[in-house]
């Protein structure tokens, strides 16, 4: 018996990828601002579409979508899998999280908000991204998230915020 955990143990190890757990993979939106917020997940496989190609669709598949997120929710989320196989549904192995007001959405629809690219930001995440602490994403985009690639860049939106919450009090 005592040899046996030792040598669980080690295939444990060796069978793990290290940051990318096959398994339940969930991506996490946390709310900070005082907005309601809408999300579109370009997957590549389910939107239709990934990076480079940054041209919103006309026509949207409901599994890319969530609406009216006040605090945290998922984003994407699949039970058998991990992230590794996400990102391999991509391009160039980059998966962007489009975030929008959902006011904007409730005032000009879907297809309108897509057809004038009317997001507040956009998360362009990769392979580095989703090794712990930084699976879950959050808006507006937290220090940690720094070095994420978005547009606007990380300075532009947190300005953004800034003057949004600014405008509401």
Same mark, same amino acid.
């Given at each position: 018996m005592k040899t046996f955990i030792p040598v669980f143990l080690i295939a444990l190890l060796f069978s793990t990828n290290g940051c990318m757990e096959p398994g339940d993979v969930e991506i996490y939106l946390i709310n900070h601002s005082n907005i309601k917020l809408a999300v579109f997940v370009a997957d590549g496989l389910? %939107?239709?579409? $990934?990076?480079? /190609? @940054?041209t919103l669709p006309a $026509? +949207?598949?409901?599994? !890319?979508?969530r609406q009216n997120i006040v605090d945290t !929710?998922?984003? *994407? &989320?699949?039970? !058998?899998? @991990?992230?590794?196989? +996400?990102? %391999?549904? @991509?391009?160039?192995?980059?998966? %962007?999280?489009?975030?929008?007001?959902? /006011? @904007?959405i409730? #005032?000009?629809? *879907?297809? &309108?908000?897509?057809l004038n690219d009317q997001y507040i930001v956009r998360y362009d995440l990769s392979a580095d991204y989703f090794c712990p602490p930084l699976v879950d994403i959050s808006f507006p985009p937290s220090e940690k998230m720094i070095n994420v690639r978005m547009w606007p860049p990380y300075?532009?939106?947190? #300005?953004e915020c800034a003057e949004r919450e600014a405008e509401s009090r």
């Open positions: 389910n %939107s239709g579409f $990934s990076y480079p /190609d @940054t $026509s +949207l598949n409901a599994f !890319c979508i !929710c998922v984003i *994407w &989320g699949s039970t !058998c899998g @991990t992230y590794e196989r +996400l990102l %391999s549904t @991509t391009q160039k192995g980059i998966l %962007s999280v489009y975030i929008f007001n959902q /006011d @904007t409730n #005032k000009y629809g *879907w297809t &309108g908000t897509f300075e532009t939106v947190l #300005k």
